[in-house]
C-alpha cells in the first residue's frame, strides 16, 4: 500500500495563478484533511471531507476550495495564489472512530509550495 | 473552538537525560491527545496517543501523562537518542467533531552527544 500521497511535490506560483493540489489513499479512509505548516505555527486545519461528497471548512478556509468526488481522493484549489499562502501544505487522512474521538491520522508527504 | 499551547518550543538534552513536552488545551470537551514527531523535511508521525479515560500511557520509552482537571498533557521521552531529534507536536480533539486535531505550536527536540 501507497498510504497517502501528494502531488505534485514542489510547486512555485506567480501572483494570481491557481492551482489545484492531488492527495490520494488507499487505505478506504472517511476522513480526509488539508493542513498547511508554516514556521513557528504548527499545523492548521485548511478544509476537511467526513466522505465522498462532503466537506467543510478548518480553521483557515480563506482562499482556498476542496473537492471529494471520490472517496480515495481529496483536491485542494487555489484560484488565486497570494504570496500569503507560501507554506508546506499536507494531507491526512483517517478512519471513522467507533463511538469514541480519534484515531491517527496518516499523513502525505507534503508539497512545498512558493507564491511568488 | 479549541486552543492548544505547547512549551517549551525547543529543548536541547544530552543522550541519555530525560526530556519533558507539555501542552494545555482550552475546551473540557477534547477527550483524544495524539502527540506526532516530524524529523526535517518528512510527514509528521504519530508516536502515541492518550483518551481521556486514561491518566498515563507508556510505550517504551515514550509516555504521556493526561490532567484533565487541569486541562493539560505531557510527553516523556527516557534515555533520549540522537535518533528523537525531531519536532514534536501535541494534539487536542473530542467526539463528533470529524476527529478534526487542533495541534500545538511544536517543540524542536535537539539531542546532542
Known amino acids: 500500500n501507497a498510504g497517502v500521497t501528494q502531488t505534485p511535490k514542489f510547486r512555485v506560483l506567480k501572483t494570481g495563478q491557481s492551482m489545484t493540489l492531488l492527495c490520494a489513499q488507499d487505505?478506504?479512509?472517511?476522513?480526509m484533511y488539508w493542513y498547511r505548516q508554516d514556521p513557528g505555527m504548527g499545523l492548521r486545519l485548511i478544509h476537511y471531507?467526513?466522505?465522498?461528497?462532503?466537506?467543510a471548512k478548518g480553521e483557515v478556509p480563506d482562499g482556498y476550495n476542496v473537492s471529494r468526488l471520490k472517496k480515495q481522493n481529496f483536491l485542494l484549489g487555489l484560484e488565486s495564489a497570494a504570496p500569503s499562502q507560501t507554506s508546506v501544505y499536507f494531507c491526512a487522512s483517517s478512519s471513522r472512530p467507533r463511538n469514541v474521538a480519534g484515531g491517527e491520522q496518516f499523513f502525505g508527504p507534503g508539497t512545498r509550495l512558493t507564491v511568488l | 473552538g479549541e486552543n492548544v499551547e505547547q512549551h517549551p518550543s525547543t529543548l536541547s538534552v544530552q543522550e541519555g537525560d530525560s526530556a519533558v513536552i507539555k501542552c494545555t488545551y482550552s475546551d473540557s470537551a477534547s477527550n483524544y491527545f495524539p502527540w506526532y514527531k516530524q524529523e526535517l523535511g518528512k510527514r509528521p508521525q504519530l508516536i502515541i496517543d492518550?483518551?481521556?479515560?486514561?491518566g498515563e500511557k507508556k510505550d517504551q520509552r515514550i509516555a504521556v501523562t493526561l490532567n484533565k482537571t487541569a486541562k493539560h498533557f505531557s510527553l516523556h521521552i527516557t534515555e533520549t537518542q540522537p535518533e528523537d531529534s525531531a519536532v514534536y507536536f501535541c494534539?487536542?480533539?473530542?467526539?463528533?467533531?470529524?476527529?478534526?486535531?487542533?495541534f500545538g505550536t511544536g517543540t524542536r527536540l535537539q539531542v546532542t552527544l
Open positions: 471531507s467526513v466522505g465522498e461528497g462532503t466537506t
Open positions: 494534539a487536542a480533539t473530542s467526539t463528533g467533531t470529524a476527529s478534526k486535531l487542533t
Open positions: 487505505m478506504n479512509h472517511e476522513y
Open positions: 492518550i483518551r481521556s479515560n486514561v
